[in-house]
C-alpha cells in the first residue's frame, strides 16, 4: 500500500538492477516497494528522508518528500555493496 496520494518514481539505476534480476526477484522487489509503508523500513543514519526497505538480502534506498507526496525509490542492490555509494547523496 503506497501511502495516500503519494507518486512512486524508480530512478534510471535502480530500474536497471531490476531490469538484471530473474522476472520473480523484479515481482518480489516491485511488490515491497509497491507496499511502502508496509515492510522492513529504518531511516538512513546521517541523511534527511531517506530510508532502507529490505526485501531478503536487498536493499531498497528511497527518499520520502512528504510535501510533494512523492516516494523517490534512488537505489536497489545487493545488502553487501548498496551503502557504498550513498556518501555523496
Do not use: C, H, T, W
Not at 31 to 41: C, E, T
Not at 61 to 80: H, S
Request: proline share 3%.
Amino acid at each position: 500500500m503506497i501511502p495516500i496520494n503519494y507518486e512512486i518514481i524508480i530512478e534510471k539505476n535502480a530500474v536497471k538492477f531490476l531490469k538484471e534480476q530473474s522476472k520473480q526477484q523484479q515481482e518480489r522487489l516491485l511488490k515491497a516497494i509497491y507496499g511502502i509503508p508496509k515492510g522492513n523500513i529504518k531511516p538512513l543514519q546521517g541523511f534527511k528522508e531517506i530510508y532502507r526497505l529490505r526485501v531478503g538480502s536487498y536493499r531498497v534506498i528511497y527518499r520520502l518528500k512528504k510535501e510533494e507526496l512523492l516516494i523517490l525509490v534512488l537505489k536497489i542492490g545487493n545488502r553487501g555493496d548498496i551503502y557504498k555509494s550513498l556518501e555523496s547523496r
